[in-house]
């Protein structure tokens, strides 16, 4: 069974950095690529960023280029994103996504980890 | 960047057919998915590649795409489709995705 588990969300101070973890299992977690997905209170689904299975593609959405970093460890199955210089407008659920590369689309998601930016 | 559009809300009465458009310049020349996502819930895949379906999706969901307006259609509506839908694509142009802008189906 896929499996995507989402760890280190958390309250944060204005300008604080956040690691978040994505850990898979039940597939050949090497053999795709990756995804983060964000959900704000209340709002749509944002795109993030996304990481080939080798980590020599890597896209992000224009907002969040130079403040997050994506990046991933094949030999521990798991999936990174870290959050710096984060703002109030950064809370939000964040989702990691398992990625078809022949449709591009998100075949199996996590349940999500929130992030509360506040002081 | 590229923008889907999407209504905000659709209603519809049980056992009726649900259609939630997704518009985009030109989004017939990309492929559509379409997730469902339940409150509190993580996003589901119910449709790929235009009008494909996932395994243990019911084939009371079908889609469709061309010109500037993709579709999702949920027939035999049950209580149970009562959630968020969004579409999404892959943007060659900008090498991004995109998700467009969510559509809450409510059932009467």
């Known amino acids: 069974e896929v499996q995507l588990v989402e760890s280190g969300g958390g309250l944060v101070q204005p300008g604080g950095s956040l690691r978040l973890s994505c850990a898979a299992s039940?597939?050949?977690?090497?053999?795709?690529?990756m995804n983060w997905v964000r959900q704000a209170p209340g709002k749509g689904l944002e795109w993030l960023a996304s990481i080939s299975t080798r980590s020599n593609y890597i896209y992000y959405a224009d907002s969040m280029k130079g403040r997050f970093t994506v990046s991933r460890d094949n030999a521990k199955n798991s999936l990174f994103l870290q959050l710096n210089s984060l703002r109030a407008e950064d809370t939000a659920v964040y989702f990691c996504?398992?990625?078809?590369?022949?449709?591009?689309?998100?075949?199996?998601w996590g349940q999500g980890t929130l992030v509360t930016v506040s002081s | 960047s590229y923008v889907l559009t999407q209504p905000p809300s659709v209603s519809v009465a049980p056992g009726q057919t649900a259609r939630i458009t997704c518009g985009g310049n030109n989004i017939g020349s990309l492929s559509v998915h379409w997730y469902q996502q339940r409150p509190g819930q993580a996003p589901v895949l119910v449709v790929y590649d235009d009008s494909a379906r996932p395994s243990g999706i019911p084939e009371r969901f079908s889609g469709s795409n061309s010109g500037n307006t993709a579709t999702l259609t949920i027939g035999r509506v049950e209580a149970g489709d009562e959630a968020d839908y969004y579409c999404q694509v892959w943007d060659t142009g900008s090498d991004h995705y995109v998700f467009g802008t969510g559509t809450e189906v409510t059932v009467l």
């Open positions: 039940g597939f050949s977690f090497s053999s795709y690529s």
């Open positions: 996504a398992r990625e078809r590369d022949d449709f591009r689309d998100f075949d199996y």
